[in-house]
């Protein structure tokens, strides 16, 4: 199963949660399969989805899912060190790990030889990791999503691959207006 692929399988288990989508190539499939107001397509800052989806977690208490990718969280690592230690309950950051920086041509991250993500999340302090295969992600997010008492960092082994998506036809401020609305937030600009 790859990003699309998976992407897909989840629809289902992400209908009420605010979710930060990562940039590049995993927001404009999100976007082809179902595009919806509560989801935020990051078309910049490469990195810092799981961080923008952690401070949108900590500022009120709709549960939110932060969909990042291996190359991304290799590129902020130390975004699982303040997960681990600030995350509130209503938070979950679903690793898509396929071993490559997808949107770029898929040349490969560490994590396709000796780099474990879930041993790095451990490490920075992480205590509900979950790693999986791609095919058992959807009902572990829906596990990690009703469980109250608890925030979960799921990497999802997933195959590398791109499928042919055209852009968002969104710009950064209409996506942004339109999720600030979804969660009753006044723009001021």
Not at 48 to 74: F, H, R
Not at 94 to 123: H, P, R, W
Request: with cysteine.
């Amino acid at each position: 199963m790859n990003r699309f692929q998976l992407l897909k399988s989840i629809q289902k288990k992400i209908i009420n949660q605010l979710v930060i989508c990562n940039i590049g190539l995993p927001s404009q499939e999100l976007y082809k399969i179902n595009d919806k107001e509560n989801y935020f397509y990051m078309l910049g800052s490469m990195g810092l989805a799981s961080s923008i989806g952690l401070g949108l977690a900590i500022s009120q208490d709709n549960p939110v899912i932060s969909i990042d990718g291996d190359g991304s969280i290799l590129m902020n690592m130390n975004t699982l060190a303040t997960i681990a230690n600030r995350a509130p309950n209503n938070y979950t950051l679903l690793i898509l790990d396929n071993g490559s920086y997808g949107s770029t041509g898929d040349q490969k991250t560490f994590t396709s030889e000796l780099t474990s993500l879930k041993d790095v999340a451990i490490g920075a302090g992480c205590k509900n990791v979950i790693e999986c295969n791609a095919e058992d992600t959807a009902k572990k997010l829906e596990q990690a999503c009703a469980d109250k008492n608890k925030f979960y960092v799921i990497i999802s082994k997933i195959k590398p691959g791109n499928v042919d998506v055209e852009p968002i036809p969104l710009n950064p401020i209409s996506i942004r207006d339109r999720f600030r609305k979804f969660i009753g937030l006044v723009s001021y600009l």
